[in-house]
């Protein structure tokens, strides 16, 4: 689970979350001052092969985008990157709270 807070204004600022380089998340934020996502990522019958869903509001429901694929080897060890981008550089964005479960 990752929540977002930013500054409350229509500039653009876009959230992302990075697995092994894929990009699982991407959401802008321009209405509103957070973003709070439920990403889960899986190994598909594989342990270099995963699939996710990238959704904008809470991360459970239908979506209209294709699932998220990556060939991440997560026998190894993996780099996980939580970022924010901004348009104006007097914008804040801020990571309020992260939680990562890896299950075996």
Known sequence: MLLWSATNNANAKTVRFKFGGSTFYAVPITTGVMCQCLLEIRNRNSVSSQVGAQSAFNGIGNGGAAVTTAVVNTANAVTML???????????????????????
């Not at 939580?82 to 075996?104: F, K």
């Open 82 to 104: 939580i970022t924010g981008e901004l348009a104006n550089s007097a914008d804040t964005i801020t990571i309020e709270a992260y939680s990562i479960e890896v299950l075996h």
